[in-house]
């Protein structure tokens, strides 16, 4: 099994920046790609950002320009550097890793953006 914990999350105001961080331990042999996404209430889980071993990264086109994702492979951690926050970026935000096929979640952690 894979676990996944999440860190970083809080309440900030419009325009204010937040980090989060996702530490993989367990059964991890060949990661494909890690990420966020999120899911707001009453919407539909989104792809924030995602990278992968080599460092490709791909981005939600609302968070282009203020978000930043980057890992450290040796220690099998993933983080989510948020600029210029907005009210629409609050949400549950969950790390993603992708290995051999499988996706493995974390809990999530809760961002909230206050206007």
């Known amino acids: 099994q894979v676990q996944l914990v999440e860190s970083g999350g809080g309440l900030v105001q419009a325009g204010g920046s937040l980090r989060l961080s996702c530490a993989a331990s367990?059964?991890?042999?060949?990661?494909?790609?890690m990420g966020w996404y999120r899911q707001a209430p009453g919407k539909q889980r989104e792809l924030v950002a995602t990278?992968?071993?080599?460092?490709?990264?791909n981005y939600a086109d609302s968070v282009k320009g203020r978000f930043t994702i980057s890992r450290d492979n040796a220690k099998n951690t993933v983080y989510l550097q948020m600029n210029s926050l907005k009210p629409d970026d609050t949400a549950v935000y969950y790390c993603?890793?992708?290995?051999?096929?499988?996706?493995?979640w974390g809990q999530g952690t809760q961002v909230t953006v206050s206007s």
């Open positions: 367990g059964s991890i042999f060949k990661i494909n790609a």
């Open positions: 993603n890793l992708q290995q051999v096929g499988y996706h493995y």
């Open positions: 990278i992968t071993t080599i460092g490709s990264t």
